[in-house]
C-alpha cells in the first residue's frame, strides 16, 4: 500500500482537478501542467468529504 504522503512528497497545500478518471495536482490555481496524475483507470477510488475544504481519497489497485 502506498502513501498519498510518498506520492505528493510532504503535507502541502495543492490544488487539484479531478476529470476524465484523472486526478490532476498543482503547485497553485496558476499552473497549467500538474505535478503529477493519478490515472483511476488503474485503480479504484472512493473519495469522501470530510468538511468544506479537506477530502479523504482511499485507492486500491496494483502495484506499478
Not at 31 to 40: A, K, Q, T
Amino acid at each position: 500500500e502506498t502513501s498519498l504522503f510518498g506520492i505528493f512528497g510532504s503535507w502541502e497545500k495543492r490544488y487539484i482537478d479531478l476529470k476524465d478518471k484523472k486526478f490532476r495536482y498543482y503547485a497553485n490555481e496558476q499552473d497549467i501542467i500538474p505535478l503529477g496524475v493519478l490515472n483511476f483507470d488503474l485503480f479504484e477510488g472512493k473519495l469522501e468529504e470530510t468538511n468544506s475544504d479537506q477530502f479523504t481519497l482511499s485507492l486500491q489497485g496494483s502495484e506499478i
